[in-house]
């Protein structure tokens, strides 16, 4: 369980809180879909969530603990918006393995699971179709295992003709992990998930 409890995240410098009080609860075997429009304080959340930004009031447990940042890290995936802007591998296989090798295994699973078995580790990864390309910036947080997959805006820019399919490659992760999705259009998701949630002006409405 992945859960928040009255967090808020208001920075001194801004005279509008960016989250207020928001509490939420999300399974593993869940998708949880949280939909808004722009400004509403859906990549902050998702900040707080992975361990990145601290709340300024209010905590996340995961596991049923309060873990520190580093340690919330570990467990939570996450994917940006637009991930495939910061590829940095020349190679398929340097973009996955990013700094370690992973067990073969482990490897062909996560592959395999995104619907990427198929491709050449040598390619390099700029050279791949947009959808591929999503598909790979999830791949990498799969690898590290992590209990809970957050991801920002994943249609985002998509042509029309592959987000069914990734709708479909992302709702079947939740057999390994929970999984969050923030978005700005709850209808693409909607038939997916298993938890949805609206949040306006920094808050769960
Ligand atoms: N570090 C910061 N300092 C000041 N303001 C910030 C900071 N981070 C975010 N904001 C502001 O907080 C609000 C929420 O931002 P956030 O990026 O979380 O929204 P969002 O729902 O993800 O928007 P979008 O759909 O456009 O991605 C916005 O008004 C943004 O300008
Ligand atoms: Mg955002």
Same mark, same amino acid.
């Given at each position: 369980?992945?859960?928040?409890?009255?967090?808020?995240?208001?920075?001194?410098?801004? #005279?509008?809180?960016?989250?207020?009080?928001?509490?939420? +609860?999300?399974?593993?075997?869940?998708?949880?879909?949280?939909? $808004? #429009?722009?400004?509403?304080?859906?990549?902050?959340?998702?900040?707080?969530?992975?361990?990145?930004?601290?709340?300024?009031?209010?905590?996340?447990?995961?596991? &049923?603990?309060?873990?520190?940042?580093?340690?919330?890290?570990?467990?939570?995936?996450?994917?940006?918006?637009?991930?495939?802007?910061?590829?940095?591998?020349? +190679?398929?296989?340097?973009?996955?393995?990013?700094?370690?090798?992973?067990?073969? %295994?482990?490897? +062909?699973?996560?592959? +395999?699971?995104?619907?990427?078995?198929?491709? *050449?580790?040598?390619?390099?990864?700029?050279?791949?179709? &947009?959808?591929? @390309?999503?598909?790979?910036?999830?791949?990498?947080?799969?690898?590290? @295992?992590? *209990?809970?997959?957050?991801? *920002?805006?994943?249609?985002?820019?998509?042509? %029309?003709?592959?987000?069914?399919?990734?709708?479909?490659?992302?709702?079947?992760?939740?057999?390994?992990?929970?999984?969050?999705?923030?978005?700005? *259009?709850?209808?693409?998701?909607?038939?997916?998930?298993? @938890?949805?949630?609206?949040?306006?002006? $920094?808050?769960?409405?």
């Amino acid at each position: 369980m992945l859960e928040t409890l009255g967090v808020c995240y208001h920075p001194a410098m801004i #005279p509008q809180p960016i989250l207020q009080g928001i509490t939420l +609860r999300v399974k593993r075997g869940e998708v949880c879909v949280i939909f $808004g #429009p722009s400004g509403s304080g859906k990549s902050t959340l998702l900040e707080i969530l992975s361990g990145l930004v601290l709340p300024t009031k209010g905590f996340v447990q995961c596991g &049923g603990k309060r873990l520190l940042p580093m340690q919330l890290q570990q467990k939570i995936g996450l994917v940006f918006q637009f991930p495939e802007r910061h590829f940095c591998g020349r +190679r398929l296989k340097e973009e996955l393995n990013f700094g370690h090798e992973h067990n073969p %295994w482990v490897l +062909r699973d996560v592959l +395999r699971q995104m619907g990427l078995a198929d491709l *050449d580790l040598t390619v390099n990864p700029r050279n791949l179709s &947009g959808g591929q @390309q999503r598909r790979v910036a999830i791949a990498v947080q799969l690898l590290r @295992q992590p *209990d809970f997959l957050l991801l *920002d805006e994943p249609l985002a820019g998509l042509d %029309w003709s592959v987000r069914a399919q990734m709708i479909a490659v992302i709702s079947q992760l939740k057999m390994n992990q929970g999984v969050i999705i923030v978005t700005h *259009d709850r209808v693409e998701f909607e038939t997916k998930a298993d @938890q949805i949630l609206h949040i306006e002006q $920094g808050k769960l409405i």
